[in-house]
């Protein structure tokens, strides 16, 4: 997870990804690999719950501070492995949120089989990317950030990858609004 300050550069407004991304009122969301809750206090504001799931117990205690100043209420917090996401819910979820993580997931199609049960038959897969640009190309604040470039994926591929193991899943998206929203559109093309 990296550090405050230029994530707030490159995500000044996650409410606003979140709605482009499909979450709607009334949803039972998830905010899979949350880290320190960037994504997961808007969230909150939007959905009727959420599950904020991360591995990293420091990371979920960052994101539980942040949601408790907020003052949410409607926040359950799993220290958990993503690939075990189905066993850590109570219920199947409308919304299942993947920001800034599942480039580095390293069995994407297994990733994307346990989402597929945790949700319900409409349910939506929203994963934000970065884009598939060499890192010195997305700098923030001045500096290159992001993945290594052999790890970014299109849209399509990330679609792909998805696909193969869960058809079922709705819809996804793929963005990375800070500059322009080019992939998004393309992901827009292929839903
Ligand atoms: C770059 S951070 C993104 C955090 C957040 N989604 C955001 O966009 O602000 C990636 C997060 O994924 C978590 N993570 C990595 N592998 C995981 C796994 N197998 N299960 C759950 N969380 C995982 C890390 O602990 C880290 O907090």
Same mark, same amino acid.
């Given at each position: 997870?990296?550090?405050?300050?230029?994530?707030? /550069?490159?995500?000044?407004?996650?409410?606003?990804?979140?709605? /482009?991304?499909?979450?709607?009122?009334?949803?039972?969301? $998830? %905010?899979?690999?949350?880290? %320190?809750?960037?994504?997961?206090?808007?969230?909150?504001?939007?959905? @009727? &719950?959420?599950?904020? $799931?991360?591995?990293?117990?420091?990371?979920?205690?960052?994101? *539980? %501070? =942040?949601?408790?100043?907020?003052?949410? !209420?409607?926040?359950?917090?799993?220290?958990?492995?993503?690939?075990?996401? @189905? =066993?850590?819910?109570?219920?199947? /979820?409308?919304?299942?949120?993947?920001?800034? +993580?599942?480039?580095?997931?390293?069995?994407?199609? *297994?990733?994307?089989?346990?989402? /597929?049960?945790?949700?319900?038959?409409?349910?939506?897969?929203?994963?934000?990317?970065?884009?598939? =640009?060499?890192?010195?190309?997305? !700098? $923030?604040?001045? #500096?290159?950030?992001?993945?290594?470039?052999?790890?970014?994926?299109?849209? #399509?591929?990330?679609? +792909? &990858?998805?696909?193969? #193991? +869960?058809?079922?899943?709705?819809?996804?998206?793929?963005?990375?609004? $800070? !500059? !322009? *929203?080019?992939?998004?559109?393309?992901?827009?093309?292929?839903?």
């Amino acid at each position: 997870m990296p550090t405050a300050g230029w994530w707030d /550069a490159l995500w000044p407004n996650p409410a606003g990804v979140l709605e /482009a991304v499909g979450l709607r009122r009334d949803m039972a969301a $998830i %905010d899979l690999c949350c880290g %320190d809750g960037w994504f997961t206090l808007p969230m909150s504001k939007v959905a @009727a &719950s959420v599950v904020a $799931i991360d591995i990293d117990r420091n990371m979920l205690e960052a994101a *539980r %501070d =942040r949601l408790a100043a907020a003052g949410a !209420t409607n926040c359950e917090f799993v220290e958990g492995d993503a690939y075990e996401l @189905a =066993r850590h819910m109570r219920g199947p /979820a409308d919304f299942v949120l993947m920001a800034n +993580a599942f480039h580095g997931v390293p069995d994407q199609p *297994r990733l994307a089989d346990a989402i /597929a049960k945790a949700l319900k038959p409409a349910g939506r897969l929203a994963v934000v990317n970065w884009h598939q =640009r060499r890192r010195e190309e997305t !700098t $923030i604040l001045g #500096e290159p950030r992001g993945p290594k470039g052999e790890l970014r994926m299109s849209p #399509e591929q990330t679609i +792909a &990858s998805i696909k193969r #193991e +869960a058809s079922y899943l709705q819809a996804w998206s793929s963005c990375r609004p $800070i !500059t !322009t *929203r080019s992939s998004w559109n393309a992901l827009e093309n292929v839903l």
